[in-house]
């Protein structure tokens, strides 16, 4: 499984980006996606989960309500929507496919992932 993430960069405060993975395996609709983050000295950080139909997800509590997950089955790709970004919003934006949870459910710790990508580097200015 390998993941390719993209359309990280630079934005001011209070702008918006959209985080694209595309992942190569050939049931990514089995799979539960997620997005975490990281700055250099902290633990990976939740940010949002996605399970396989789309239909249930899950955030992190500093992005609620200003960060959308979404997926697109049929092009192996799962996205986040990120409005209203804050300086604290800088990061490494790692999305990750957990290939063993059940339909219906979201994984969010980082415990759940078996595969992850090389992440992007979003950063926001003040």
């Known amino acids: 499984v390998q993941l390719q993430a993209s359309g990280g960069g630079l934005v001011q405060a209070g702008g918006s980006l959209r985080l694209s993975c595309t992942a190569s395996?050939?049931?990514?609709?089995?799979?539960?996606m997620g997005w975490f983050r990281q700055v250099p000295g902290k633990e990976r950080e939740f940010v949002a989960s996605?399970?396989?139909?789309?239909?249930?997800?899950d955030y992190g509590t500093s992005v609620k309500g200003r960060f959308t997950i979404s997926r697109d089955n049929a092009e192996n790709t799962v996205f986040l929507q990120m409005h209203s970004l804050k300086p604290e919003d800088t990061a490494v934006y790692y999305c990750?496919?957990?290939?063993?949870?059940?339909?219906?459910?979201?994984?969010?710790?980082?415990?759940?992932?078996?595969?992850w990508g090389q992440g992007t580097q979003v950063t926001v200015s003040s």
């Open positions: 990750a496919a957990d290939e063993n949870a059940v339909s219906g459910a979201v994984s969010t710790t980082v415990q759940r992932y078996e595969y």
């Open positions: 395996v050939p049931t990514f609709s089995r799979y539960v």
């Open positions: 996605i399970s396989w139909s789309g239909t249930r997800r």
